[in-house]
């Protein structure tokens, strides 16, 4: 596990704030308003890299192109490559759960954000972006007090702040 | 309508009847009304009865569909740079794939190899997410796995390039029987000829029933005074196929004349004939009927209908009229009689010379000693296919036209795998083990329950019976991780240190017998902590826990992994008095290897018609089971059953020392032998003993893990991970003292605890220990006490 600070980052993500702030995004899906935005808000460019496996990385990025594109079974099917690849691979779990979060399949959205914060770091960006999924699908499978708990489990995602940090 | 239609009919004969009677019309005109009420009946019932017909054999003959069946795909090896893979096992790939080796891969569709350097080039493809143009690619292997891989021109790094797969199979997903499809095209003109003359002469000209064929049979059959001939056309006879039965009535064979005359009437007669040539049955292994000539071909001869002699042509178009009494493996003398008499109307149809008939006639039957089992390599797993296909989608689905169906199976892995089943029991048969015993095989991905390999039979190939899928057994030890994991979920009551009883025990079963279960060793051990109890299968120990968390959970808790058999209430069950097949106890243990994720176990992932619509995927699909900190605590458990317990011989078969989670099982009298073993990333299941359950002098140890072994030998796999989820810890305890401990002590362990779990009080040193020494601790305490 390697802790890095990117400056490039926080700038990419301050700029991304200017940008959200002239311009309303054109898609304003939950999982962007209530999950990855503010984790990475919150995280402020710190990010626990994995060390990724170039076809991993390579499917990810074609996953991304394909929700982009609003192609989210095609997205979903990247991943899953991805995942016979690198079953346990956080970053593609999380990636998995926000798909179904987004297909509006809460269960399997839990599930896989449960699967990737068991196998992550449990800490930073995407163990803030786990919890606030959970959150977000245990509220649409009816169960409040469930998803405030999660609320509360991804604020603290940042309190154990990596000792390099 | 029609018994309205009789009715009126009916009346109107009676005033006819009354009418006659006054005034007598003509004969003729008496003749005429007849007619007219056998035409007004005709319609009347006919018509509905020949639509119905019509539908019965259309739907038979496209739901054949025999000019197009599914085609089944292996999965697609996806190569990149890290990829574990050696050389043998891209080459089977590449060899199941139809690869073909040449100086420089040219073409798509072959490769070239020097040393460690492959140059492939691959076909163009149509992958169920997307389709990839042809490519060439170089790939370098060192060390066990990909080095490198990069375009031709060997500039930058190509990233993930997918393998066109292997097409393992064409089948019928509804059809149970195996088939080798032949086009017409393919069939050797002398069966296309010599068919008709012995069957059928008019063929080309009728339309689906020869009347001069039944009046010359009719002739033949009144002569001898019994049915020596028939006269049946092809179409008839094709029709008879699809509807099996032996019954010979009237009403029988007029339906089927009526259906080969529709049949006739919507399709031409290439297609008929290409259908029958296809459809006819030829002969019979064990519950799969042998259809069709290219099939048969294998079956008798072991070799493609391309390939066969004129002789073993004219025996097989022989035996369509009586492929049981013409058997030549069973009835060899008929059989040859029934070939030379099948020759001899090839020579008088003007088939062959006199010369070479008299050539074939001195050739022996040449069927083979033993039957090919399955046209496909892979018929085990293809049971698999089928029974998932027609579970998870509509039969209407099924049946439509040239599907393409993606599968999981790894051709390397199954290679391995069958390698492994038969060589393992050789080899157990030399150290003085019966030559009857049968064995099984099923190896899974861990993460994705995909089902890589799977073996049913010692013989490749042959399957009529599918061990792994179908072989109920008792699975003795193999059940006590659940006895367990059950123990462990009670964080107030039990930890891997827990001492527990493993003395005599006597229970009333429900029969009112007694039952007093025994150690394998024959003895007691008395206290010992839970974790030795599991590692060292001991089963009085075992019965205690098991009775504590009760039998009923344990039913529950084996539903809860995926598995839906039968499974008795009563402490028997604690032991592995339950039947289960290898591919249910897979199903199991997968749950437990993937840390509670668990997923069904599948052998399809895609299935899509020919225009590349998607009829439905199978997506991955995770079911996380609850209390997975206790199931990460007997995994810890279960990778000492491999350091120190019933399977520590596992390391030295195998060569190596890497992490393993396993379990051995045996069952009563040493019928059954079993081991569940499983790695971060695979999951697989043996079973050993002999088909009639008799004693087979097998152990898990001595038999089962032997074969496990004999795969896992040739696999590329990822040690065990011991990472915890949240709420497990490793601590340092002093297991006699039942204390928390400090690392630096003489006796320190380290094992994982459920948060709560851990022992309540400290323990103060009494002597320090060296610190190189704490590694291997839990084995020396292990050892200190043996």
Known sequence: ?165 | MASKVKKTRAKRRKTTQKKTAKQKPGILRRLFRLAMLLVGLGIGLGVPWVIWLDMQVRDEFEGRIWDVPSRVYARPLSLYTGKALSKESLLAELRAAGYRKTSQASAPGSYSVSGNRFDIHRRAFAFDDGSAPETRFLLNLSGGSISSISDVSGSGDSGLVRLDPAEIASIYPLHDEDRTLVALTDVPGLLVTGLQAVEDRQFKHHHGVALRSIARAFVANLKAGRAVQGGSTLTQQLVKNYFLSSERTLVRKANEAIMALLLELHYDKAHILEAYINEIFLGQQGKHAIHGFGRASEFYFDRPLQDLEPQQIALLVGMVRGASLYNPRRNPQRARQRRDQVLDIFATTGLMSAGEIKTAKAQPLGVTEKPRSGGSRYPAFLDLVRRQLRRDYRASDLRSEGLRIFTTLAPSEQEYAQLAVSNGLKELQQRGLPDDLQSALVLADVASGEVRALVGDRVAGRNYFNRALDARRQIGSVIKPLVYLLALEHVDDYNLITPVKDEPISLRQPDGSLWSPANYDHKSHGEVPLMEALIRSYNQATVQVGLNVGVANLIRKIRQLGVNAEIPAVPATLLGAVELTPIEVTQMFQSLAAGGYSVPLRSVTAVLTPHGELLSRYPLRLMPLEHRDAIAVLNFALTQVVEQGTARSLHGLLGNDTLIAGKTGTTNERRDSWFVGYTRDRVAVSWVGRDDNRPAGVTGGNAAMRVWAGLFRNLPFEPFDLRMPDGVNFVWVDIPQQALTDPSCSGAVQIPFIEGSEPGRSTKCLQKQDRKNRKSLWRKWFEDKN
């Open chain 1, 1 to 165: 596990m390697k802790i890095k600070i990117s400056y490039l980052g926080i700038v990419l993500v301050l700029l991304l704030l200017v940008g959200c702030g002239s311009q309303p995004p054109v898609r304003d899906h939950e999982v962007n308003t209530r999950v990855r935005a503010p984790a990475s808000e919150e995280s402020a460019g710190v990010q626990v890299y994995s060390l990724q496996n170039p076809a991993v990385k390579q499917l990810t990025a074609q996953a991304e192109g394909a929700e982009r594109a609003g192609d989210l079974d095609q997205a979903g099917s990247y991943l899953e490559r991805a995942l016979r690849i690198q079953p346990r691979d956080p970053q593609v779990l999380q990636y998995m759960a926000e798909i179904k979060l987004q297909k509006e399949d809460y269960q399997q959205a839990l599930n896989f954000a449960v699967r990737s914060y068991d196998s992550g770091p449990r800490v930073g960006e995407i163990c803030s972006r786990n919890w606030r999924t959970i959150s977000v699908a245990r509220e649409h499978l009816k169960d409040a007090n469930g998803a405030s708990d999660a609320e509360q489990r991804a604020s603290q995602c940042m309190n154990t702040r990596p000792a390099a940090f």
